[in-house]
T-cell receptor, first 116, second 114 residues
Framework: AQKITQTQPGMFVQEKEAVTLDCTYD???????LFWYKQPSSGEMIFLIY??????QNATEGRYSLNFQKARKSANLVISASQLGDSAMYFC?????????????FGSGTRLLVRP | DGGITQSPKYLFRKEGQNVTLSCEQN?????MYWYRQDPGQGLRLIYY???????QKGDIAEGYSVSREKKESFPLTVTSAQKNPTAFYLC?????????????FGPGTRLTVL
């Protein structure tokens, strides 16, 4: 079975600094997709970034980048130039194919607090 | 604006009652999903639907029921058979366009059983 592990329950970062949120995964499928979502205190899950297992380059979206190390089965999220609004829960997720669709397997999340 | 709406935002239920959570999307997405989130945990899949009038059970479907009579709507009913229904419920949708398909989420409904 596929599994996502996020080992950092909470993280602090100073405003304007970069921070890395860890994510490791376990799968036997040769083809897979990895996602990062942000969940502010309001509760909505906001899609941040996607990395496909066959993508040649690490994904980037604005201040978000994904440090994808396939051999180590890790997909760490890097947030550059942290802002106060980045304070939230962050979830790593993996795509698991089902009969006619797919579901997301989520990690337990990391709570990020940005200090002014 | 296109998006996913869920209502109500907060819902209180007495034990033994059925309640229905609404999920509507105007993104023209084919697939819709219901997830449950418990405190300090990630999301778990309850039900999903690929097309109108068709839906499948997810990992924790017991005590829940759904319908998909319209493409835009995917309501979830939490029945009295659900032993521990207090949780945060999130609806999602996706266009189901291959490997890079992304699920987008609504704002959620927080259900509390009194």
């Amino acid at each position: 079975a596929q599994k996502i592990t996020q080992t950092q329950p909470g993280m602090f970062v100073q405003e304007k600094e970069a921070v890395t949120l860890d994510c490791t995964y376990d799968t036997s499928d040769p083809s897979y997709g990895l996602f990062w979502y942000k969940q502010p205190s309001s509760g909505e899950m906001i899609f941040l970034i996607y990395q496909g297992s066959y993508d040649q380059q690490n994904a980037t979206e604005g201040r978000y980048s994904l440090n994808f190390q396939k051999a180590r089965k890790s997909a760490n999220l890097v947030i550059s130039a942290s802002q106060l609004g980045d304070s939230a829960m962050y979830f790593c997720a993996m795509r698991e194919d089902m009969d006619s669709s797919y579901k997301l397997i989520f990690g337990s999340g990391t709570r990020l607090l940005v200090r002014p | 604006d296109g998006g996913i709406t869920q209502s109500p935002k907060y819902l209180f239920r007495k034990e033994g009652q059925n309640v229905t959570l609404s999920c509507e999307q105007n993104l023209n997405h084919d697939a819709m999903y219901w997830y449950r989130q418990d405190p300090g945990q990630g999301l778990r899949l309850i039900y999903y639907s690929q097309i109108v009038n068709d839906f499948q059970k997810g990992d924790i479907a017991e005590g829940y029921s759904v319908s998909r009579e319209k493409k835009e709507s995917f309501p979830l009913t939490v029945t009295s058979a659900q032993k521990n229904p207090t949780a945060f419920y999130l609806c999602a949708s996706s266009i189901d366009a291959g490997d890079k398909d992304t699920q987008y989420f609504g704002p959620g409904t927080r259900l509390t059983v009194l």
